[in-house]
């Protein structure tokens, strides 16, 4: 038992570790916002990209057949959380349709990219690199177009412009780039050698620390203020209720172990950001995902190392 806290330790601290050295550079104004969005911005669009290029392209696909059930497993759960959440807002808060989709979102969106890929490829090192990025190729196409089509189709119906303009958002999405190019490189036996390889391996070896450092930055713009009902009850169905659904699914559904730990993993991590921007551009919600994505993320240390020990990591 303290073997495998120990090893935990090893696998979450450097994580929120190197989170809290972003919180605080920016805290203290050593790094500013503007270097801060540059650096986000060269996470999204450039290093985790092509770490998730690299990965796939080398990486050995599993002789399982299709992960129907490992999907399934993840997304009743997300599902079931996104209800929960709107109805929460409805019945407990008095809030809006719209605002009520909101929550929903944040209850069910997850930080795929600055917690989710540094600590699960930590957690399960190479062998979880294939059921992550199968994950994250459809996490957030899925989840934006629920959230747009609850959100648009309440009133008017279902624009069309809307959907033009989310699909446009997602082809042109670095990260679902990096894994349909990789998926290409891997079907056609394409892997970088030589100078590009080393290139890619520098640029893949940033996306980590880049990744949490940017985080910590960004989490000290979401301060937890304002809004403080909704923000905890979403924060307990991101954190408990969503792995809790998934990790009894990923009991009865077929998968190899390592794809379940994932998928239990992967539920478990905080609210994403992309849950602030989608209420930043409503309108409507703001404090409660600002705040939730600051929360959960915060609270994280403590339930995913739980989550990591039910899971027999370490």
Not at 31 to 56: D, H, M, N, Q, W
Request: charged share 10%; proline share 6%; hydrophobic share 55%.
């Amino acid at each position: 038992m303290l073997n495998q806290l120990g090893a935990i330790a090893l696998i979450v601290a450097p994580v929120f570790g190197l989170i809290g050295v972003g919180f605080l550079a920016s805290l203290a104004g050593y790094i500013r916002e503007k270097a801060a969005e540059g650096l986000s911005e060269y996470v999204f669009g450039l290093a985790v990209p092509v770490l998730i290029f690299k990965t796939l392209s080398e990486a050995r696909l599993p002789d399982e057949g299709q992960p129907w059930g490992y999907w399934i497993a993840y997304f009743t759960g997300a599902f079931i959380v996104f209800a929960l959440g709107m109805l929460a807002a409805r019945r407990l808060f008095g809030r809006s349709h719209t605002e009520a989709v909101i929550h929903g979102f944040t209850s069910g969106q997850a930080n795929t990219v600055f917690v989710g890929v540094p600590l699960i490829l930590s957690a399960f090192g190479p062998e979880g690199a294939v059921p992550l990025f199968l994950l994250i190729a459809v996490h957030l196409p899925i989840m934006m177009m629920v959230a747009t089509v609850l959100t648009e189709g309440a009133s008017a119906g279902l624009s069309l412009a809307g959907l033009q303009k989310l699909g446009r958002m997602l082809a042109c999405n670095p990260i679902l780039i990096g894994i349909y190019a990789g998926a290409i490189a891997k079907l056609v036996g394409f892997v970088p050698g030589g100078i590009p390889k080393q290139v890619f391996d520098m640029l893949a070896a940033s996306a980590s620390p880049c990744a949490l450092i940017s985080l910590g930055l960004a989490l000290h713009r979401y301060p937890i203020r304002g809004d403080l009902g909704p923000a905890l009850v979403i924060t307990v169905l991101k954190l408990i209720v969503h792995p809790a659904i998934v990790y009894a699914l990923t009991r009865v559904l077929p998968m190899p172990p390592v794809w379940a730990g994932v998928c239990v993993t992967f539920a478990a991590m905080p609210s994403g950001i992309n849950a602030y921007l989608l209420a930043q551009r409503y309108r409507v919600g703001v404090a409660a995902s600002a705040g939730a994505v600051s929360l959960s993320t915060a609270l994280s240390l403590v339930t995913l190392s739980v989550w990591l020990l039910i899971l027999g990591v370490g």
